[in-house]
Nanobody, 128 residues
Framework: QVQLVESGGGLVEAGASLRLSCVASVNSGRSFNSYAVAWFRQAPGKEREFVAA???????YYDDSVKGRFTIAKDNAKNTVSLQMNSLKPEDTGVYCC???????????????????WGQGAQVTVSS
């Protein structure tokens, strides 16, 4: 079992930056190092969509809409995942959730249905 808790959301103006953090409590017997991690977001009235991930191969993956603006990072010693968001746009508004999974394949990273563990989410609102 993995429990995930996000923090760092808020209300900002377009062009500003925010940093989201996610702390993991791992009770599965596996180390956090063996888990792939990701951030997804959900805007009002829309489905949850992929934002960024770190695969078990330790490579970073981004949706095209955030590439060059967002950076995902993982600290295995502290069991944390962060998402640095720069040059925020109103269309980045949504509830951001971190996710973790020890078995998700690289080809399935962008599929929200392939992730087993989820945080409760952090609201990010970007005003124009």
């Amino acid at each position: 079992q993995v429990q995930l808790v996000e923090s760092g959301g808020g209300l900002v103006e377009a062009g500003a930056s925010l940093r989201l953090s996610c702390v993991a409590s791992v009770n599965s017997g596996r180390s956090f190092n063996s888990y792939a991690v990701a951030w997804f977001r959900q805007a009002p009235g829309k489905e949850r969509e992929f934002v960024a991930a770190i695969g078990r191969n330790r490579y970073n993956y981004y949706d095209d809409s955030v590439k060059g603006r967002f950076t995902i990072a993982k600290d295995n010693a502290k069991n944390t995942v962060s998402l640095q968001m720069n040059s925020l746009k109103p269309e980045d508004t949504g509830v951001y959730c971190c996710a973790a999974d020890s078995g998700v394949s690289l080809s399935s990273l962008r599929n929200r249905n392939q992730w087993d563990y989820w945080g409760q989410g952090a609201q990010v609102t970007v005003s124009s």
